[in-house]
């Protein structure tokens, strides 16, 4: 159901929960009390019987958290995870291309890009003849755009109430639910605040606490965008991250709750090369719609002119019809992946087009990252994973982000539907190996 706004029974009862979440968190001397932050609140109705005996887990993504930044930075907080439970010391490999909305919505749904439909951050669908943007509240919030079942609806659809303090594709509707607690997004809000937040849902009554909550933090993406990944800024925003996770895993230990922590990434980052690589100029896209470097041809003819024209103009990029893509990219299947398919061979910036004379052109920022992560290792995510269900002190090798879903499924007593990843990839890092809960 879509949100809709509550009763004044309901929206007393709401408040009174939030009230006593609030008040139960006591703060810190160093962390003053915030005020209320805009939750929303879909009414999903309470946990089942089962729901309130599962475990809990906290699913936090640091957005561009490079795989070796931990180590090279000395990020003692997720190395300790790590030790106490599992990690990825070589990195976790997430889908192509490697960018914010699709690789987080693959985390969620085990499903590659091609897939679930994010892929890329803008894009195009000619069915609809419209585009989707990563900054167009339209879009983002109509769950139409997205396919799959993100773990939050998959838990709902199964009488497990969920949280998400920001996730892509939690502000919408997909798979028939929304997360019972849910916040529009803002990066502004407080980093402390919430921490808080998620501790203040730990702490409602078990019929209404959720056991499924996201937490999203946008650094170090947006440093080792403007700064590139081997400024002192970037490592900055890196040990900034991890003392939250440290403060975040001391409160979550406090609440004496069965608690999974698992902290990823969405992507890495590389610093880019040279200044724009721009299509246009080695190739005629007259009728062409385009999306960053994404190109939509509206015939077939054009669509091979265009091929043909760009397929030895370059060695920074290569270029395929969409249907030969090659299949470890998983990008083949979706008409929103454009025709043909341009693929940078390096970290160089490329784009369909340059932006009109009138306005300034400036050079491409120093880190980048939706490059294919086979080629370009700077690409690997990062994953730290520690709880009552996790061994300890595992690590695991390079393994692709699509097994995630079922991973957390598991642990949380769900039963999944099909999807891209396996259980059986990760279960040996689950106590009791992937074994059938028997919920």
Not at 278 to 304: C, H, I, P, V, W
Request: proline share 9%; glycine share 8%; hydrophobic share 40%.
């Amino acid at each position: 159901m879509r949100f809709r706004a509550l009763s004044r029974v309901a929206l007393a009862s709401l408040a009174l929960l939030f009230a006593a979440g609030l008040a139960a968190q006591q703060p810190s001397l160093e962390d003053p009390p915030n005020p209320p932050l805009p939750v929303l609140h879909v009414d999903n109705g309470s946990n089942s019987a089962a729901a309130q005996r599962a475990h809990y887990v906290v699913l936090v993504s640091l957005d561009g958290f490079r795989w070796d930044y931990a180590k090279r930075d000395a990020a003692t907080h997720l190395l300790s995870l790590g030790r106490h439970g599992v990690w990825a010391p070589d990195g976790m490999i997430p889908s192509y291309p490697s960018l914010t909305f699709p690789n987080h919505f693959t985390i969620v749904t085990g499903l590659y890009p091609e897939h679930h439909g994010l892929v890329a951050n803008s894009f195009y669908d000619e069915t609809r003849q419209a585009r989707y943007a990563i900054a167009d509240p339209k879009a983002v919030t109509d769950g139409s755009w997205y396919s799959g079942t993100p773990l939050w609806s998959l838990a709902e659809s199964q009488g497990m109430r969920t949280a998400c303090f920001f996730w892509p594709g939690s502000e919408a509707k997909i798979a028939g639910f929304q997360p019972t607690y849910y916040l529009k997004f803002d990066d502004k809000i407080d980093d402390n605040a919430r921490i808080q937040q998620v501790l203040s849902w730990l702490r409602l009554p078990a019929a209404d606490r959720p056991h499924f909550i996201t937490l999203y933090y946008a650094e170090p993406d947006h440093e080792g965008h403007e700064f590139g990944p081997d400024a002192p800024e970037t490592k900055a925003a890196v040990l900034k991250v991890d003392a939250l996770i440290g403060k975040l895993k001391a409160g979550l230990d406090s609440t004496g709750l069965p608690i999974d922590l698992v902290v990823v990434s969405d992507h890495g980052m590389a610093r880019v090369e040279g200044g724009w690589i721009t299509l246009d100029q080695f190739a005629d896209l007259t009728g062409f719609d385009t999306a960053g470097a994404l190109l939509y041809g509206k015939s077939e003819q054009d669509r091979a002119r265009v091929y043909n024209q760009l397929k030895q103009a370059s060695s920074q990029f290569v270029v395929y019809r969409r249907k030969d893509v090659p299949a470890a990219l998983n990008y083949s299947q979706n008409p929103r992946s454009g025709d043909p398919v341009v693929i940078a061979t390096g970290p160089y910036a490329l784009r369909a087009h340059a932006p009109p004379a009138a306005r300034p052109d400036p050079p491409p920022i120093p880190g980048m990252h939706g490059y294919d992560p086979r080629k370009m290792p700077q690409m690997k995510a990062s994953f730290f994973a520690a709880g009552p269900d996790i061994v300890e002190g595992k690590t695991v090798a390079p393994f692709e982000n699509v097994n995630l879903y079922p991973w957390l499924a598991h642990m949380l007593g769900l039963t999944p539907p099909p999807s891209d990843g396996s259980l059986n990839v990760l279960s040996g890092t689950l106590r009791d190996g992937g074994a059938d809960k028997g919920n």
